[in-house]
């Protein structure tokens, strides 16, 4: 395993740690940045390109358990958390969770080998990126005056679902999982620390879901000479999503939505200009 292999997995473990939870599409940089710099799939073959992509986003859940492992712990009934702000007196419940991540489930299952055979371009994660930053204007331009749910605990049934529904759209890669959920929950009336919240803990069951199924169509492709190439990037991956988990769960109620959504559509127009 020579130095740039090593490179090729730590910037790509960035690229997923710093994006993965952040409305501007982890998916979409990950393509990005490896079909126009890197070349991941010519280092060992584009399975293990894939399968590589997989086990880095493992990096990113583990990040985001530990940040809301009280959160997680209390789902699960191993410990009590007391609900945040001064709504309705009940926390958030598993069952809730559940509804948020029935929609996508269900079609993520359905059209799966559709999407990643026909929706893994740079030209459709161009359309996301664009498309997305609209939605996330949308959003902030035309969310309710006063939050309805300042804090996850006072999310209902109904927004969880609704939610549910947005977090579809980001089947589509360059949407965003987190940029079409926060937005969904900003339109609803959640403050955008709730949307987050609820945006985050949702992602942890769908993204470990699809990573484990992944892995054990995969499994063949983690070798002795390809397993430095993965802990690299599930380390660096950890490593930044931990930092911008964090850092970003700080910023969004201060910046909101629109300067994510300006950021998409300038990358998209660099793009469109300099590589296309």
Known sequence: MDLWHMFVAFVL???????E????????HMIIVDDTLLHSKELFSPEVANT???????????????VFKDRFLSLLGLKKVSPDGNGPGHKLRLSQVFVGLLPAAVLGLLFNDYIDEYLFSINTVLIGLVAGAVLMIAAD???????????????????????GLFQCIALW????????TISGGVLLGLSHR????FTFIMAVPVMAGASFLSLLKHW????????????VGFISAFIFALLAIRFFLKLI???????????RIVLAALIFFFVM
């Open 13 to 19: 473990g960035l690229v997923e740690g710093l994006t």
């Open 21 to 28: 939870f952040a409305p501007v599409s982890s998916t979409g």
């Open 52 to 66: 590589f992509k997989v086990v880095i986003q493992l990096g990113s859940i583990l990040a985001a358990v530990i």
């Open 141 to 163: 331009w035309f969310r309710p005056g006063k939050p309805k749910a300042a804090s996850v605990d006072q999310i209902t049934y109904k927004q969880a679902l609704i939610i």
């Open 173 to 180: 890669p360059g949407f965003s999982r987190s940029g079409s």
């Open 194 to 197: 709730a949307a987050s919240d």
């Open 220 to 231: 063949q492709y983690i070798t002795a000479d390809t397993l430095p190439f993965f802990i």
């Open 253 to 263: 109620n201060k910046i909101k939505l629109v300067p994510f959504a300006l950021y």
